[in-house]
Structure formats: C-alpha cells, structure tokens
C-alpha cells in the first residue's frame, strides 16, 4: 500500500470486529514499533501485550474509554521514558497495523500511575494504552484515493500550520 495513503486515511477507531488478528500481523506491529527511531539508538521502550482477560479488564478501568479495550483483538500497553521515542514507536505500530487492514487507537489514562501498579511496572512509565482490531465501520483505505481523505479529514489546513521563514 502507498505509505501517504496509509497515513491519509487512517482514522482513530474506538470499534472492532470480533475477530482475532493473525499473529504474523500481531509480529509484524510488534516489530514495527521495535524498529522506530529514537535518540542515540536507546530504544527506550517496552511493549506490554495483554493477553489475560482479567488483566485486560482491569486495565479497561484505567482508561478513558473503557470499551476500547474490551471490544480489541489486541492491547498493547507502550512503556517509555521518553514521550517523544515512545509516540514514534506507537505512531509505527498504528500505520503498520493499517497497512494490514487493522484499525487502533490510542487510548489515555486519567492515572499512568495507577495504570502502571496494576501491569506492576512500578518505576517505569506507562505512556499510552493501544487498542488494535478490525474496524466495524471503516469501509479501508483504499476506498478512496489519499487526496480525498486528506480533505475530509478533520484538520487545520497546512497554511495555520506550515510557517515558511
């Protein structure tokens, strides 16, 4: 798929279809976070994949939607001190899962703190919750072409955000 494409025309999505992910796409996400740039090659990251339904429960109660991670075929909880290196980790994980036909969203939590006592990650820093699964109303990127879905996304035009100097 066209990587501009991928990027256009992805969309945050909140609901999934009830079907697994194959683990070759789960591999391949995992391993597209392990492959995002980070200052000096430090890698300061960690993936927490949550398999356990009782986990996966708890943690719904720590986020800002709860039903992001019930309704998900995968949850990974991503793990960095650095905000920076670990949102280009997420960011790769999120448009690798895309160009496979998944859909994700990040996921907030009101308490990173609390969040981190439940997974025991006491002294780390839990940075965002990422919920992947089949989208249940996303009719697929390439249902138009990536021009399209940049002018219907949702966002300030280039001239508010580009300052040329």
């Not at 200052?39 to 992001?68: H, M, S």
């Amino acid at each position: 798929m066209d990587t501009y494409l991928v990027i256009a025309s992805k969309r945050d999505t909140r609901r999934y279809e009830a079907r697994a992910i194959p683990d070759d796409v789960v591999e391949r996400i995992l391993d597209a976070g392990r492959l995002a740039g980070s200052a000096q090659n430090r890698q300061p990251w960690r993936f927490v994949v949550i398999e356990d339904e009782k986990e996966r429960e708890q943690l719904a109660e720590t986020v800002y939607a709860p039903g992001n991670v019930r309704g998900a075929a995968l949850v990974v909880v991503v793990v960095s001190r650095s905000a920076f290196d670990g949102g280009r980790a997420a960011q790769n994980m999120m448009l690798s899962a895309w160009n496979d036909g998944v859909a994700s969203c990040p996921n907030g939590m009101p308490d990173r703190d609390a969040t981190g006592r439940l997974l025991r990650l006491e002294g780390e820093e839990v940075l965002v919750v990422l919920t992947f699964g089949y989208p249940a109303r996303h009719p697929g990127a390439e249902s138009r072409p990536a021009g399209e879905w940049s002018a219907r996304a949702d966002r300030k035009p280039l001239s508010e955000v580009v300052r040329r100097v």
